[in-house]
């Protein structure tokens, strides 16, 4: 592989082609994917290759992970994970038993609740609180004990916005290291490593893969440092590296990446004004709308837009916004986000009791469709019933 790639090339022209890599042999401006689990040694014994077993390593992911750190400005480099899930709790196994952490109260439903009935049973003690209120955050902290702040913003499914540089000044004066789920914002939008944080984490599952047809996670790190390292060895000693083929479509995805989200971001704009103004629609949640709360905030923080996701709270009640779920065509009624099919979902009943999200509401991810054909079709499905 080699690289003519001048630094001051844009974001979007290194994504677009996937950091202007060239196969040596063949000049294909695609890379190949590498399958191979093991590679020959030199005859001296060494690997001057730099790959020895496919568990710890693979040159096709190495090729999306540079797109990743790229994006995120990562000193210490990408690295890419079997799921969203995979490289989330690979942070909180680096940390040891009886380590504290702070944990938004609002945030990714199943990393709740693994946090609370797994990670607990590991030795880690973990509170909830609401990171937007940084009193609430600054009490939370236990100097010394507290060794990870984990926030998501903005956060699903009430999309409410955490100020990253803020919360990073108040993690590291306790002496722990802030983690950002930077899932719903992308790398386009927000870069916590620049405010302050120390691990970006991303279900590229969503919006970098863009397709739903991978699982895959990622981690961004600021510094190579030793809890780096350790993340790096939990990955390789588990086996939670992406295969190949995810990487390789991981990749494909990423060099749409500006020009999907630039028009997920402009669609959801669009239908959050639109709708509301619905009559059946008694609240609209995006940070882009000048009532939310977490509005000027977000204005500070991410740039270019608000994101592609919103909730809807519908007027009725539970089962009006089941109701409406059950009555869209061009909207999918399914689980997950960020992909150029916009999706429906009522989100209280996949999370079950405990949930922080209200009974009438309804969590659209904004695909790439006409927003006019969208806004049409949940229109009809809310004046169906
Ligand atoms: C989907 C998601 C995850 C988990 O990612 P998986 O790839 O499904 O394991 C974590 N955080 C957020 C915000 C997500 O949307």
């Avoid at 695909?367 to 054909?373: A, F, N, Q, Y």
Wanted: proline fraction near 5%; charge should be negative; hydrophobic fraction near 45%.
């Amino acid at each position: 592989m080699s690289t003519d790639a001048p630094r001051s090339w844009s974001k979007r022209s290194l994504a677009a082609q996937a950091m202007g890599h060239v196969d040596l042999q063949t000049r294909a401006v695609v890379a190949p994917i590498h399958v191979s689990t093991t590679y020959i040694r030199d005859p001296d014994n060494q690997y001057s290759s730099g790959f020895v077993y496919g568990r710890p390593d693979n040159a096709t992911v190495r090729e999306a992970e540079a797109v990743l750190a790229m994006l995120e400005e990562a000193q210490a480099g990408a690295l890419l994970f079997s799921s969203g899930m995979a490289a989330a709790t690979a942070v909180f196994q680096a940390l040891d038993p009886g380590d504290h952490v702070v944990a938004p109260t609002v945030m990714y439903w199943a990393l709740r609740r693994w946090l609370s009935e797994e990670a607990t049973r590991w030795g880690l003690e973990v509170d909830f609180v609401a990171t937007d209120d940084l009193d609430a955050l600054r009490a939370a902290m236990r100097p010394g004990r507290t060794k990870l702040v984990w926030i998501e913003t903005p956060s699903n499914p009430l999309w409410t916005v955490t100020d990253i540089a803020a919360v990073a000044e108040i993690a590291h004066a306790a002496g722990a290291r802030l983690a950002v789920d930077s899932t719903c914002a992308s790398p386009v939008v927000t870069r916590p490593l620049a405010l302050g944080a120390d691990v970006v984490m991303h279900a590229a599952t969503k919006v970098l893969n863009g397709h739903s047809d991978v699982i895959a996670g990622v981690l961004a790190g600021a510094a190579p440092d030793a809890f780096w390292t350790r993340i790096q060895r939990i990955r390789s000693g588990q086996g939670a590296i992406l295969g190949p083929f995810e990487a390789y479509l991981l990749l494909r995805g990423l060099r749409t990446l500006h020009v999907r989200i630039a028009a997920q971001m402009a669609g959801a704009a669009d239908l959050a004004r639109r709708f509301e103004a619905h009559p059946s629609v008694h609240a609209v949640l995006y940070p882009g709308l000048p009532g939310h709360p977490g509005h000027a905030l977000a204005a500070r923080q991410m740039q270019g837009g608000f994101g592609t996701m919103l909730s809807i709270r519908v007027a009725g009640g539970a089962a009006a916004a089941v109701a409406a779920a059950a009555a869209v065509g061009l909207w999918k009624r399914a689980t997950s986000l960020g992909g150029v099919e916009s999706l429906i979902e009522h989100r209280a009943s996949i999370e079950g009791p405990g949930t922080p999200c209200p009974d009438d509401l309804l969590r659209l991810s904004v695909g790439i469709e006409d927003p006019d054909d969208l806004y049409a079709d949940l229109d009809r499905a809310l004046s169906a019933r």
